[in-house]
């Protein structure tokens, strides 16, 4: 794969997009996602945030950044060692493309090679079921034990690999302007009580709605 060369992503269709970035395959290794800002996110932020516009140091890229430091973060748990966390979404690096700089990172797939499932389309089609939902459980254990910050836990932002367990692909760090969390694990913890009470809810709410469809 050529990391060097600036990525042509414009002719290409984004495979996901949310209400920040969007996301394309890699043309060379579909195993691959390239994350991008999406402009349009960009230039309506930059109208409406004069003040954000000049004052920008990381910008747009903030959320990056906080994706890689909970990743490094992990990773220093084992120093010297391999030791990938199965619940966070794998940064390969960050490479240049003309969309502006991208994150690479590895994709969550499906038994077909497709895209993963989220939480949200699993619940959608009614393929919640047990396996699911114990997995669900691990996940939330772990979130809420281990030292991760998070600040978007949503069933958009969790992903199912087959093998049986949620990779959380988007929403880790510390959005705070001060970041205290990091400093304070019993605070770090009772905002991660907050985020699994609201998941929760917010699981309630897709299931409800998907038994109102089907009737
Ligand atoms: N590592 C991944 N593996 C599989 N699918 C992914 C992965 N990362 C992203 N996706 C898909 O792309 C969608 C959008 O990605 P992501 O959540 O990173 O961007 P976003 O929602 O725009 O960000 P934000 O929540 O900050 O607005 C996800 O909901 C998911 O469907
Ligand atoms: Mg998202």
Request: net charge neutral; aromatic share 6%; with cysteine.
């Amino acid at each position: 794969m050529d990391l060097i060369t600036p990525l042509h992503l414009a002719p290409l269709d984004p495979v996901g997009q949310g209400a920040q970035k969007l996301v394309f395959r890699h043309p060379e290794d579909p195993r691959v996602l390239v994350k991008v800002v999406n402009p349009r996110f960009i230039e309506r932020r930059d109208k409406r945030d004069r003040f954000y516009q000049k004052r920008r140091h990381i910008g747009h890229h903030r959320a990056f950044a906080r994706e890689m430091i909970e990743h490094l973060a992990s990773r220093a748990l084992a120093p010297g060692r391999l030791a990938p966390c199965p619940h966070m979404q794998n940064i390969l690096g960050v490479i240049d493309t003309d969309m502006g700089a991208a994150l690479l990172v590895e994709a969550v797939l499906d038994e077909n090679g497709d895209l993963a499932p989220t939480l949200r389309d699993l619940i959608e089609s009614e393929r919640y079921g047990e396996r699911e939902q114990q997995a669900l459980e691990t996940f939330l254990d772990w979130a809420l034990t281990s030292n991760v910050l998070i600040n978007d836990l949503s069933a958009d932002n969790l992903a199912w690999n087959p093998d049986g367990h949620f990779v959380m692909i988007d929403g880790l760090g510390d959005r705070a302007g001060i970041p205290i969390r990091a400093v304070s694990p019993w605070l770090n913890r009772l905002y991660k009580r907050k985020k699994i009470r609201q998941i929760r809810d917010e699981i309630q709410v897709l299931q409800n709605q998907t038994r109102a469809d089907t009737l």
